[in-house]
């Protein structure tokens, strides 16, 4: 799965290097558009609905969150 994420993240957004960090949001790397452009991606790439209580720093500060996040949502 995380493999498939960081696939999508690096279309959406090729100049951010999503595996330099493991504190996208918290070290401002990723801003809100950011993280609306990456939740549409997601959302039509695999077929989920992120409810608003998942858009937390845990689920987004990094790929293995951001890959957790998708798998448990695709259940």
């Known amino acids: 799965m995380k493999e498939k994420v960081l696939a999508v993240l690096e279309r959406e957004c090729p100049d951010v290097d999503f595996l330099a960090s493991d504190k996208l949001v ?20 695999f077929g989920i609905t992120i409810p608003y209580e998942e858009i937390i720093e845990a689920n987004f500060n990094s790929v293995d969150g951001l890959a957790a996040m998708v798998e448990r949502l695709s259940k």
């Open 26 to 45: 918290t070290d401002g790397i990723m801003d809100s558009l950011t993280l609306t452009n990456i939740i549409a991606a997601l959302t039509m790439e």
